[in-house]
């Protein structure tokens, strides 16, 4: 089994300033891409950003210029520093890992509990 646990959610006001963090643990062999999705309520769920693990990156037109993904590879992490918050980024934060497991070397792509972002205006 692999778990990934979110934090770093939270209310903040537009302009703002948040970070969120998400950890793979478990029966892992190695972590591969790594993203965060958002879903906002009554909308689909989408992409907002994804890394590799050789650290290429990939965002949504909406958060480019204003937030940036990374990962530490050692700890299995993935965050998301978000600056420039508006109210439109209002959503519940979903971090996504693919993952190569162990003992088996299977594959399993994972998903977090969601974090809350809140953006007041």
């Known amino acids: 089994q692999v778990q990934l646990v979110e934090s770093g959610g939270g209310l903040v006001q537009a302009g703002g300033s948040l970070r969120l963090s998400c950890a793979a643990s478990?029966?892992?062999?190695?972590?591969?891409?790594m993203g965060w999705y958002r879903q906002a309520p009554g909308k689909q769920r989408e992409l907002v950003a994804t890394i590799t693990r050789g650290r290429s990156t990939n965002y949504a037109d909406s958060v480019k210029g204003r937030f940036t993904i990374s990962r530490d590879n050692a700890k299995n992490t993935v965050y998301l520093q978000m600056n420039s918050l508006k109210p439109e980024d209002t959503a519940v934060y979903y971090c996504n890992a693919k993952t190569i497991m162990a003992p088996d070397y299977r594959f399993l792509e994972v998903w977090g509990q969601g974090t809350l972002v809140t953006v007041s205006s």
């Open positions: 478990g029966s892992i062999f190695s972590v591969n891409d």
